[in-house]
């Protein structure tokens, strides 16, 4: 089993930046693929981005598209989600995913492609 755990949300302004973290840990971590997704009030959680671990290539959600970057640090198994011009609507609970094996990159958009889940990180943004 894979723990996730996230840090790094809180209170922003609209047009500031924030970077969340999610620190893996567990069972001989060596997945494929990190995925970012977030849920606000009475919405579906929904996919912002993805990494793969091995080759980096990442996928974004198109309203996250420029102004939000995942990056990881494989010595660290964190993965990271900068965001950058934030907007009201990007206020959410922020859930970091994990999965273990290989995957058409496409479907990394799917919250079924996912084995292990964090327990969310809060980001509220004012206008």
């Known amino acids: 089993q894979v723990q996730l755990v996230e840090s790094g949300g809180g209170l922003a302004q609209a047009g500031d930046s924030l970077r969340l973290s999610c620190a893996a840990s567990?069972?001989?971590?060596?997945?494929?693929?990190m995925g970012w997704f977030r849920q606000a009030p009475g919405k579906e959680r929904e996919f912002v981005a993805a990494?793969?671990?091995?080759?980096?290539?990442?996928y974004y959600a198109a309203s996250v598209k420029g102004r939000f970057t995942i990056s990881k640090d494989n010595a660290k198994n964190t993965v990271y989600l900068q965001m950058n011009s934030l907007k009201p609507e990007d206020a959410a609970v922020y859930y970091c995913?994990?999965?273990?094996?290989?995957?058409?990159?496409?479907?990394?958009?799917?919250?079924?492609?996912?084995?292990?889940w964090g327990q969310g990180t809060q980001v509220t943004v004012s206008s």
């Open positions: 990494i793969t671990w091995g080759d980096a290539h990442t």
């Open positions: 995913a994990a999965r273990a094996t290989r995957l058409f990159g496409g479907l990394l958009a799917n919250l079924d492609a996912y084995d292990s």
């Open positions: 567990g069972r001989t971590f060596g997945g494929y693929a």
